[in-house]
């Protein structure tokens, strides 16, 4: 029965992004973690990207719990918040297959998720570890070129950004970004009041980040 699921997943997974296409959704997940924050990032970054990029995604985003069927439906999954994040044994399983299956998430530590994020990929990918990316990672360097890496848009603890992923046979399911806050980056201009040029390099670099996600 578990075989027979899982093959089902794939084919709803393959299915369904061959007829979509581009599309993103909200990853919705438990342990108390505002999951919802930021509510105009991705639409934004989304609006940037369908005019900047060529693509034509779903200018307004759907939810997507983590434990649901419903992931497999979108080839992005986007993951915030600023507390703690909690996946069952199940639902971490329906990610790793999600992921294993063609499926990127990005996840962007709006401030306070990292230390609860870390436990629960241990579920996800027992024995994975976070990488760093290099600079000359070609995340950095797809429609906007970001030689030095991820781009500092918020300051919060004095660190520097950090670029984090977990790769299956050389290829990247999954990115964190740490101490760079691209989602405050990409909300309205009246959210946290950014200098434009510091908003720009955050929806590039989120744009990078959609690009290569389609393309790979």
């Not at 699921?5 to 061959?18: A, G, M, N, P, R």
């Not at 977990?166 to 946290?192: C, K, Y």
């Amino acid at each position: 029965m578990k075989q027979l699921t899982f093959l089902l997943f794939i084919l709803t997974f393959f299915v369904k992004s061959s007829l979509v296409g581009q599309e993103l959704a909200i990853l919705k997940y438990g342990g108390g973690g505002d999951w919802y924050s930021n509510p105009t990032a991705l639409p934004n970054l989304i609006k940037f990207c369908n005019e900047n990029i060529g693509t034509k995604i779903n200018p307004k985003p759907e939810t997507a719990e983590v434990g649901s069927n419903s992931i497999f439906q979108y080839p992005f999954l986007h993951m915030t918040g600023h507390g703690n994040v909690f996946f069952s044994q199940e639902e971490a399983d329906n990610l790793r297959t999600y992921l294993l299956s063609g499926g990127f998430i990005h996840i962007d530590d709006n401030y306070g998720m990292e230390p609860y994020l870390r436990k629960e990929l241990t579920k996800v990918f027992p024995g994975k570890e976070l990488q760093e990316l290099g600079v000359d990672h070609p995340i950095f360097s797809q429609r906007y070129n970001f030689p030095e890496g991820l781009p500092k848009i918020h300051e919060h603890d004095g660190k520097r950004p950090q670029a984090l992923g977990i790769f299956h046979e050389n290829r990247l399911v999954l990115l964190f970004t740490f101490e760079s806050d691209l989602g405050d980056g990409w909300e309205d201009a009246s959210v946290h009041n950014d200098p434009e040029e510091v908003r720009l390099k955050a929806l590039q670099m989120g744009a990078n980040i959609v690009q290569y996600a389609f393309n790979k």
